[in-house]
């Protein structure tokens, strides 16, 4: 199975301040890389599709970028509906494996 | 507009059977392939299972291979997952979630998700 790993596990930040976490795959993946915001009770929802894709209606603050093993999700500026977890997701192949998450307080 | 509405969580005993639903609507539910995704009580997120959008090819994580089935009824629009064998380790909220036709799979809508708790 591929592996991701994320950094940092939990990020403190304040609005207006520039964010980035990494996203470490245990092999090359290529571009197949996405990844999801979570906030409390909530589904899931997409930000970044392909590494580097945005999703509809995402707003421009959020960028991704990376490929092969490295990727990262850079957020310009925080916003206070930016705290939240944030995961990423592999689809290079089955089972398609999540980061253990990264949570922005 | 896309909504996914999962049902069919419930207390059950370990050993025991549950049935869960997503019934889609607000898309073309045939043209999309779909995941079921499950996340344990303060942990993180775990693909359980996929479905093409024919039905003929399916994957599961190996956590739940041999229990789980996975399955869709395209004219009702609607996803399943059989959970049978179920172990404490299986309690969880479960989504169902949209794959769009893209290069890269993703899951692009979500359900809000149905808690399934194994305990005697």
């Known amino acids: 199975d591929i592996r991701l790993t994320q950094s940092p596990s939990s990020l403190s930040a304040s609005v207006g301040d520039r964010v980035t976490i990494t996203c470490r795959a245990s092999q090359h993946i290529t571009n197949y890389l996405n990844w999801y915001q979570q906030k409390p009770g909530k589904a899931p929802t997409l930000l970044i599709y392909a590494a580097t894709s945005f999703q509809t209606g995402v707003p421009s603050r959020f960028s991704g970028s990376g490929s092969g093993t490295y990727f990262t999700l850079t957020i310009s500026s925080l916003q206070p509906e930016d705290f939240a977890v944030y995961y990423c997701q592999q689809s290079y192949i089955t089972p398609y494996t999540f980061g253990q998450g990264t949570k922005l307080e | 507009e896309v909504q996914l509405v999962e049902s069919g969580g419930g207390l059950v005993q370990p050993g025991g059977s549950l049935r869960l639903s997503c019934v889609a609507s607000?898309?073309?539910?045939?043209?999309?392939?779909m995941n079921w995704v499950r996340q344990a009580p303060g942990k993180g997120l775990e693909w359980v299972s996929y479905i093409n959008d024919g039905g003929n090819s399916i994957y599961y994580a190996d956590s739940v291979k041999g229990r789980f089935t996975i399955s869709r009824d395209n004219a009702n629009n609607s996803l399943s997952l059989q959970m049978n064998s179920l172990r404490a380790e299986d309690t969880a909220v479960y989504y169902c979630a949209r794959v769009p036709r893209r290069t890269v799979a993703c899951m692009d809508f979500w359900g809000p998700g149905t808690l399934v708790t194994v305990s005697p």
């Open positions: 607000g898309f073309t539910f045939s043209y999309y392939e």
